[in-house]
């Protein structure tokens, strides 16, 4: 894994020790918008764009489900990477479900970072959303795309389906905060911490967050009330990868999702959400994370558990 420094690919891991152990997630570098607003540069057009994405990411899954969920698979095409992330960062290489660069038959996902600029600095992060029109970046956020995903193209879809209605937006921030800093990057606080210290403090505060998840769970269907929403789908991505990654390869062991019944309950629900369950691919899941961090398990052996059938039938 590495970074470009002036469009030159370095091969580094992430740099704990000038932060007390503690692993610091860096801000995506593109945060362009797609919108409908007149003159603005990235207009919705069917077929003008493309997603980069790895299975295994739980950043990325949020786009995915989001093209789903808002029907447009057929106007934003998709290349999915190998889940083999070593020292050359993602690659197109061969795996099975992973399907090369469909638009330039590139090796690696850096050269797309610098089909957009020769000398860019940058973490090369998946999602990538591609404007194949002018060969740019319009954004590497996932929190952002899947907001542009749920309205810019209502037009072309004709579906309408909100995951931010204006009436929950305060409720859905408030939640998303909590899950964003304490379960979706606390499990990788967890993983990546490299003190005991950096590493309990992230766990105490994944198990409180998510008492507190189960708790609001057994007295509501959804995060926000009875509306399925962005929260619930930011919350998803981290749950479905608990049990099998984040459990054992990131030491989160205190609990697995399925010993909490409501959070588990709903776990399943949303996976069996129609379209979802075929977003998920626990094979570049559980090779991506046991395979990728050789420093967390040098022996890159994959384990082959848990035995977990989440299409069994859940209480609604
Ligand atoms: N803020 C980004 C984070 C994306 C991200 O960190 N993706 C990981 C994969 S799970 C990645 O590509 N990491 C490579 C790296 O950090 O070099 C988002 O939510 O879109």
Sequence with gaps: MGLLVNGQWQDKWYDTDSNGGKFKRESASFRDQI???????FPPESGRYHLYVSLACPWAHRALIFRKLKAIETHISVSVVCPDMLDEGWTFADFPGATGDTLYGKQFLREIYTLHDETVTTRVTVPVLWDKQTKQIVSNESSEIIRMFNTAFNELTGNTDDYYPAALREEIDTVNEMVYHTI??????????????????????????????????????YLAGDTLTEADWRLFTTLIRFDPVYHGHFKCNRRQIADYPALYNYMKRLYQHPGVAETVNFTHIKRHYYYSHTMINPTQVVPVGPEQDLTTPVAE
Excluded at 185 to 214: I, M, P
């Design 184 to 221: 979706n990057n606390g499990v990788y606080k967890a993983g990546f911490a490299t003190t005991q210290d950096a590493y309990e403090e992230a766990v105490t505060a994944l198990f409180s967050s998510l008492d507190v998840v189960e708790e609001r769970l057994q007295q509501q269907r």
């Design 35 to 41: 919108s409908n607003e007149k003159g603005a540069a």
